[in-house]
């Protein structure tokens, strides 16, 4: 019998060094956590995908270049004709496309940071150095330091997150235009939250060669779909479909995506009403003591408050589950990020956390 190799002896040091992406459990809490949309599709709407659902041929392998998909994509986003259209199983995945496809020996992939946290996690993922730019204290781009940072290091590709996230914030676009004009990479700008945004890079795709664009439909109220899509130049998007896995859009997801792309005013009606719901939460965040909020172009608010983490216990012993950023960044020191509920998810909430100051201070 050989001496069997233990996980420690084949698994890369730096992927023993990482940390699972955690997920907490959610039964029975009231979930503002994790930026979903709090609202259902109308029935209606519900009835007709559950007709698409019986005939679907799920006995054969989907369409693997999702056509027809696309088609309704170009349309519902109002894609240009000239630009090409590569799909993931989320925006998780197709972050992971380009970092191995660009992961030549010594290449790097920069992000500012605090940003999403995969950028980092999949650049370790993809054995690609990563280079992280502190933003500036109000989460605001540091233009200089990123400049800096792409003589520096000569990023293969850099994301930036607009609106970012977990700050919430839209980076100031004219810095955005600087960096695509500096560097020689690629720069992806993830507008995963760019229904709750009066804001896109989208008109700019023909201006700047290296400029690539992400979405998804997972903040619009189809997160259990896991469909993220790239849009950009086909020279580069041909390229990145060598890196795509066959069939990772399954049958069920084509047909219920495109089915609710037909009933694109129902998305956009949840989604004006996340952002008057936003806006009250951020007028009752603005008025309580000892809390410091930040302006929000995403379905969620970032805030401040002294003893975070114990704050963020608290309102779990009231069934309400946030998400404490508290210590995962030098700059989100005591910080929690709340996503936009429904009205009464949302006055339980804030109710919670007026009963927990005041009982703290």
């Not at 007709?48 to 519902?76: C, F, G, H, M, W």
């Not at 370790?124 to 990563?130: H, M």
């Not at 997972?218 to 041909?238: T, V």
Request: glycine share 4%; proline share 6%.
């Amino acid at each position: 019998m050989p001496n069997f190799y233990s996980p420690e002896d084949i698994i890369r040091p730096e992927i023993l060094a990482l940390s699972a992406y955690h997920v907490p459990p959610a039964t029975g809490m009231i979930k503002l956590d994790a930026m979903e949309n709090p609202y259902p599709l109308p029935s209606a709407l519900r009835d007709e995908i559950a007709q698409l659902t019986l005939n679907a041929p799920v006995n054969r392998y989907p369409d693997a270049s999702a056509a027809t998909l696309k088609a309704t994509l170009r349309q519902a986003l109002g894609i240009a004709d000239d630009m090409d259209i590569l799909l993931g199983n989320g925006s998780d995945e197709i972050i992971q496309i380009i970092a191995m496809a660009v992961a030549k020996p010594g290449a790097v992939l920069m992000s500012a940071e605090p940003a999403f946290v995969m950028f980092r996690m999949i650049a370790t993922f993809a054995n690609i150095q990563y280079a992280g730019v502190p933003l500036r204290k109000d989460f605001s781009l540091d233009l200089d330091a990123m400049l800096a940072a792409i003589a520096q290091h000569r990023p293969a590709v850099i994301f930036l997150a607009y609106p970012n996230n977990p700050t919430g914030n839209l980076f100031d676009p004219a810095a955005i235009e600087s960096i695509l004009q500096t560097t020689s990479g690629i720069v992806v700008v993830d507008e995963a939250y760019h229904a709750f945004a009066d804001a896109s890079f989208i008109d700019k795709l023909s201006q700047y060669p290296n400029l690539l664009l992400m979405r998804t439909l997972s903040k619009s109220g189809l997160a259990g779909l896991r469909l993220g899509l790239l849009i950009g130049r086909s020279e580069w998007l041909k390229q990145l479909e060598k890196v795509r896995l066959p069939y990772n859009i399954g049958i069920m997801t084509q047909l219920i995506a495109e089915k609710v792309l037909h009933h694109t005013t129902v998305l956009s009606q949840q989604a004006e009403a996340i952002k008057s719901e936003r806006t009250k939460m951020n007028t009752f965040l603005g008025t309580m003591r000892g809390v410091e909020v930040y302006p929000s172009d995403a379905n969620f608010i970032l805030f401040r408050v002294n003893a975070a983490s114990q704050i963020f216990q608290a309102l779990k012993q009231h069934n309400i589950l946030i998400k404490n950023l508290d210590g995962s960044h030098p700059l989100l020191e005591n910080c929690l990020r709340v996503t936009v509920g429904t009205p009464d998810e949302n006055s339980q909430f804030c109710a919670a956390l007026r009963t927990i100051l005041s009982e703290t201070v």
